[in-house]
């Protein structure tokens, strides 16, 4: 394939088209355009290696819901550790 039309596909993705407005820019098919497309991802990831993190990294703490379903069927002896919670309300709290 001609590197014009690769050119003129690498154009159309930095725009951020999508896979099928990129064929129609590069006068290719939709199934071309898929393959050409992981080609230049799967290019510039090679290109790139694998990331890194330097410096200070920080982040925030974050609480997830624990669930006890199904819990009391398995173990005859088992006791909730905690009240029962409203499904989709919000987690504020450690636990």
Not at 5 to 20: D, H, L, N, T
Request: proline fraction near 3%.
């Amino acid at each position: 394939m001609p590197v014009e039309i690769w050119f003129e596909y690498a154009k159309a993705m930095i725009v951020g088209y999508s896979i099928r407005k990129c064929a129609i820019v590069a006068g290719v098919s939709v199934k071309t355009s898929f393959y050409m497309i992981h080609k230049i991802l799967d290019a510039i990831r090679l290109h790139q290696g694998v990331g890194s993190v330097e410096g200070v990294v920080e982040m925030d703490e974050t609480f997830f819901a624990e669930s006890f379903k199904g819990n009391h069927k398995k173990d005859k002896a088992f006791t909730m550790p905690r009240k029962p919670r409203k499904r989709g309300k919000e987690i504020k709290k450690r636990n």
